[in-house]
């Protein structure tokens, strides 16, 4: 097909674009390492799927809403196509509300908000105390992403609080949330005004599948499933994610994994020069002045990071660079990573020291 036919989104752009970066860069798709996604690089085996499976229209009873349920400790949920599904359709339930994103954050969330219309104003987290009154809505990404800043479940309550007395909204995206599940607000239980988003694309690593969940109030629920009609999900999605949620001794070996994982990144990246500011147990996030200049080098040796810019909330006049390291899959993949951070070493050091004094990046 040639490109005058193709149709792309046309909205933000994210990790995992190696067709792109192949051809920005000269290097083939084969050849890279992708470390721009900040899933599980060793994600849940799926299995192969039953022909009848392929062949019948998906059915709501097939027991991946029990499995959904006994997974995240609620009562009812709703299947959707990834996260993105619920932060694409939530802004069209709300008449005009004044809405707050804490920044840095995933932009879906304040782009689909805009483009709906909303007023969308970007809050660091010691902004919300002081601007909670202002708000109809409050979006909180938990763990947060990229920075990975953990807001506690009483802070969060209280926020919900505040916002539910004049029927506003609190939503918390817990795509991080899997390996932590103590910091999860579900475990208040369900609350009219309060959603959270829940999504299999990262810890199990099947961000291909299309699935998520949310977790809210009944009305809620079935305004959304009126909306999103019927088949939102294919019938292979809902059998491969039915499966994935009731893999109890996958899910304790991996959360082992990953949490050693984290660790191991967060040293090979400070043994390197660029010790993290913050992270999940699947992805480090390092701010740096340099950080685009570091970015264009890895990627010139075929190793694709995340690189963010953005203004700091509380300063406009301030802008924040900052990079996002995903998890390598293999011993092959490590040695990659540590191998070129020490071919970049007299950069990030020479960038470190010109900068020591920048004190918006301590």
């Keep these: 097909m040639s490109r005058d036919k ?12 190696i067709k792109a970066a192949a051809a920005k860069y000269g290097i083939p798709e084969d050849d890279w390492l992708d470390l ?16 009848s499976i392929w062949q019948t229209l998906p059915e709501d009873n097939d027991g991946l809403q029990t499995a ?19 932060i694409q359709i939530l802004p069209g339930l709300r008449s005009f509300s004044k809405v707050g994103v804490i920044s840095p954050t995933y932009a ?4 689909n908000w805009k483009q709906a219309g909303h007023d969308v104003v970007q809050l660091s987290l010691m902004d919300v105390e002081n601007k909670i009154n202002e708000l109809d809505v409050l979006v909180v990404i938990n763990p947060n992403n990229p920075t990975g800043e953990i807001v506690s479940v009483e802070k969060l309550l209280n926020w919900h609080q505040q916002l539910s007395t ?7 995206d817990e795509a991080f949330m899997d390996v932590t599940p103590e910091n999860s607000l579900l475990s208040a239980g369900i609350k009219p005004g309060l959603i959270i988003l829940r999504s299999l694309g990262k810890f199990f690593g099947l961000a291909g599948v299309r699935c998520g969940f949310i977790i809210t109030d009944k009305e809620l ?3 959304m499933s009126d909306k999103l009609g019927p088949w939102s999900l294919t019938g292979p999605t809902r059998y491969i994610a039915k499966q994935a949620l009731q893999d109890k001794q996958w899910h304790k070996k991996t959360i082992h994994y990953l949490r050693h994982s984290s660790e191991r990144l967060y040293n090979v990246l400070t043994e390197n020069y660029l010790e993290p500011n913050g992270g999940t147990t699947l992805f480090q996030w390092v701010k740096h002045p340099n950080a685009k200049e570091i970015f264009e080098a890895f ?13 700091v909330s509380s300063n406009k006049q301030k802008t924040l660079q900052s990079l996002r390291f995903g998890l390598p899959a293999n011993e092959e993949q490590w040695l990659r990573l540590n191998d070129a951070l020490m071919m970049l070493s007299n950069l990030i050091k020479t960038t470190n020291k010109d900068n020591e004094n920048d004190l918006s990046y301590v």
């Design 6 to 17: 193709e149709f792309t989104y046309s909205g933000l752009k994210h990790g995992g674009r």
């Design 299 to 311: 990627a010139k040796q075929g190793i694709l990071i995340r690189y963010f810019e953005g203004s």
């Design 68 to 86: 959904a349920c006994e997974y995240y400790g609620c009562d009812y949920c709703l299947p959707i196509s990834g996260s993105q599904a619920a």
């Design 221 to 223: 629920l079935q305004r």
């Design 36 to 51: 721009s996604t900040g899933l599980n690089p060793n994600g849940w085996n799926v299995p192969n799927v039953p022909s």
């Design 166 to 172: 004049k029927g506003g909204w609190l939503i918390v």
């Design 108 to 111: 879906e969330h304040e782009y």
